[in-house]
């Protein structure tokens, strides 16, 4: 299976990249970041307070994976 990565705001500059193609089988967004934490030079997506979407849609860590998603990955938001 084949996923689209997308990074933004400072996880982006974290890991000097915007996008990246993963491949593997990973049932779930958490599977998926959980390889990429080990794999090194992602440890920003360790944060315990993240935001993701599948296919350009918020979801949860829990969101099954299909091959040829495009998964993101972000920071919380916060304003004032």
Known sequence: MTFKVLYFARFREAMGRDTEQVEGSFATLEALRAFLVAQGGHEV????NLMCARN?????????????????????????
């Open 45 to 48: 997506l360790a944060e315990p």
């Open 56 to 80: 350009e849609e918020l979801c949860g860590l829990d969101e099954p994976l299909a091959d040829g998603d495009e998964v993101a990955f972000f920071p919380t938001v916060t304003g004032g």
